[in-house]
């Protein structure tokens, strides 16, 4: 959703650049706080400062991700749309990798709780910057990791994706954020057109807000 968001975006404001960086959901609300960024679209946040406006977006599932030829997989591979799905405890010994959880920690903490409660605590072998960095190691061998479902995009050969049971926790959210007293008349525009994109409601909520304080 927020690429294809953000190219509308790009086609209707074309005198506005936008200077994307991939940053951890931390990171991003530090640089808001410090000025450094405009707005800013991550996962499941820690920390939501009062000084910032957080908008949701979208909500969608976790999947698991695993090298093809996983013992947890089809013998037979897995065929286009048809996904295996993978009970809980079937992972329990299996070596994860994570996007490093000081700056994504809301994440895996729901994942986290129901291995706990299914009697296991998963074996965090590597934490890395980047969930496409996660990957790739999953495709070289490195272990087993978690994504959003929308990173479906990305799949290739050396690796599949498999569905996790359904649990009770909601899924991971997507917000948008931007500051309360944000004075960037391009970064009003951006955040009007993203939560149009998503609702039109949405999207005259934030010009009251902006407008507002």
């Known amino acids: 959703m927020p690429p294809a968001a953000i190219r509308r975006f790009r086609a209707t404001h074309p005198d506005i650049a936008i200077d994307l960086n991939e940053i951890n959901a ?37 999947v698991l991700v695993l090298p093809v030829g996983h013992k947890l997989l089809p013998a037979k591979g897995v065929r286009p749309g048809k996904q295996p799905r993978v009970p809980l405890k079937a992972l329990a010994g299996e070596s994860f990798i994570f996007v490093r959880r000081p700056g994504a920690p809301g994440m895996y903490a729901d994942f986290i709780r129901a291995c706990e409660a299914a009697g296991f605590k998963p074996e965090v072998v590597s934490e890395v910057p980047r969930m496409l960095s996660a990957i790739n190691l999953v495709a070289a061998g490195g272990g087993i990791t978690l994504v959003p479902a929308s990173m479906q995009r990305y799949q290739q050969k050396p690796w599949c994706i498999a569905l996790l049971p359904a649990t009770k926790r909601s899924p991971p959210p997507l917000h948008l954020v931007t500051r309360r007293d944000a004075a960037n008349p391009a970064a009003l525009r951006f955040a009007q057109a993203v939560l149009a994109f998503v609702s039109p409601q949405g999207a005259e909520a934030a010009d009251t807000s902006h407008h507002l304080t």
């Open 26 to 62: 931390a990171d991003i609300i530090e640089r808001m706080m410090n000025g450094r960024v405009d707005a800013g679209i991550l996962r499941k946040p820690i920390e939501m400062p009062a000084e910032l406006r957080f908008d949701l977006l979208h909500e969608e599932r976790m």
